[in-house]
């Protein structure tokens, strides 16, 4: 945390604290600065502020050139006369560039290929099974945990009170202690700690809340994916970072509730978990595809298995029987423009583009799918408004990791 006199406070600069004057509250900790922030703070007589602090200097020109050269080939097919799709490539680079300078050392292209195991099976060869008989064949074996179903249930009688849902969300005791781990972070920068659930949903309201709740159930669901075929640490903090980009995304959008968003990240891949633990070979040999040819994930899956991983999120959410608009959202991410809520899916889509941006510091290995023109209009987001996008999230995305991986 670092202090400045509010006539050296910058837009752009992150609140470390809630900015309060006396009890009134002018602005809560996480938001990004503004010129009228700034001006208004200056009217009311405010002197200093607490920001976060920039940390690493900027990097070298020799750590910036590198990192140009080796994302470029992360944004082979976005649209490179679009002004947006390129800041998000100079955030790719600097990111990457400061990773550099700490001594981070680019993997290869060997080392980016996994091997696929010759004791995989898949449950069908290709053209024999449809996508329903694999979302079958999942639900033969395992269900969803059913404390959702219960807390949807709650939520979904009139009559019932912040107590009644608070009640039925306690009884997973796992669950809930998250929940309000989740409540307590950056991503909503309440001035006080949430110390129990009837005040959380107070607060968030209790649909909102089901909707978390769904999303953190989810994630318990899939603990038997095999390690030699994906690491689900850095798969869970990609769909986390898609998760924060979606919420932080949703919530300059009017109309849009900010936690289907987060959820909707969170589990924009799970179709992919789908195919690891039923076609584990044909998803391999995917990821190879993808990463030798550097072709998005989802046209490898494509030529691969006939398909692809929002495919089979459409057919399994469903006959879980998961809320139908979350499941469009999720399903239609890849092609926002044929989607029955296109504003929506618009987000998820600039969100699972910007998590792949920044995650190539991070090792990730998968081709930006772009971003269809018409979203950025649709969603009224300039370059200037994604930089305060990626600031955001900046600034959340540490601590809510370790609410869900510590």
């Known amino acids: 945390m670092q202090t400045v006199n509010i006539e050296d406070v910058q837009p752009g600069m992150i609140l470390a604290t809630d900015l309060k004057q006396g009890n009134r509250m002018l602005l809560p900790a996480g938001s990004v600065l503004t010129n009228k922030n700034i001006a208004v703070?200056?009217?009311?007589?405010?002197?200093?502020?607490?920001?976060?602090?920039s940390g690493n200097s900027d990097p070298d020109e020799e750590s910036i050139d590198r990192a140009f050269v080796y994302a470029r080939d992360y944004f082979m097919f976005v649209n490179h006369d679009d002004p947006v799709i390129m800041h998000m490539f100079d955030v790719a680079v600097y990111k990457l560039a400061l990773r550099l300078m700490d001594g981070w050392r680019m993997p290869t292209h060997d080392e980016q290929h996994v091997t696929a195991l010759d004791d995989m099976r898949d449950l069908f060869f290709r053209d024999?099974?449809?996508?329903?008989?694999?979302?079958?064949?999942?639900?033969k074996v395992a269900s969803f945990p059913d404390i959702f179903f219960k807390v949807k249930e709650v939520v979904d009688d009139s009559k019932s009170t912040a107590e009644n849902i608070a009640e039925v969300v306690g009884l997973d005791v796992g669950l809930s202690t998250q929940l309000l781990k989740l409540v307590?972070?950056?991503?909503?920068?309440?001035?006080?700690?949430?110390?129990?659930?009837?005040?959380?949903?107070?607060l968030i309201g209790g649909k909102e809340l089901c909707t978390l709740a769904l999303g953190l159930s989810t994630i318990g669901y899939f603990k038997d994916i095999p390690p030699e075929l994906i690491d689900m640490r850095t798969f869970w903090m990609h769909s986390l970072?898609?998760?924060v980009f979606s919420k932080v995304i949703a919530e300059q959008v009017a109309g849009v509730v900010p936690e289907m968003m987060f959820t909707a990240g969170l589990l924009h891949d799970v179709g992919r978990l789908i195919l690891f633990k039923k076609m584990p070979y044909s998803a391999v040999q995917a990821m190879l595809f993808a990463r030798g040819n550097f072709i998005p994930l989802v046209e490898a899956e494509d030529v691969v298995l006939g398909f692809n991983h929002s495919q089979i999120a459409r057919c399994m959410l469903e006959k879980w029987n998961f809320p139908p608009a979350l499941t469009e959202i999720i399903s239609s991410h890849h092609a926002p423009g044929k989607s029955e809520m296109k504003k929506e899916a618009g987000i998820l889509q600039v969100a699972d583009n910007l998590a792949l941006a920044v995650g190539i510091?991070?090792?990730?290995?998968?081709?930006?799918?772009?971003?269809?023109?018409?979203?950025w209009d649709l969603l009224e987001i300039d370059a200037e408004s994604l930089k305060n996008i990626v600031d955001k999230y900046d600034f959340q995305i540490k601590e809510i990791f370790n609410t869900f991986f510590n």
């Not at 703070?41 to 602090?53: A, D, H, M, S, Y």
């Not at 024999?128 to 639900?139: H, K, M, R, S, Y």
């Not at 307590?184 to 107070?202: C, D, K, M, Q, T």
């Open 41 to 53: 703070f200056k009217t009311q007589g405010i002197e200093l502020v607490q920001v976060v602090p």
């Open 184 to 202: 307590n972070s950056p991503l909503y920068g309440f001035p006080s700690e949430i110390n129990n659930l009837v005040r959380a949903v107070a």
């Open 128 to 139: 024999e099974g449809t996508i329903e008989d694999i979302v079958d064949a999942e639900l």
């Open 361 to 375: 510091a991070d090792g990730g290995m998968y081709v930006l799918p772009g971003v269809d023109d018409e979203v």
């Open 241 to 243: 970072t898609c998760g």
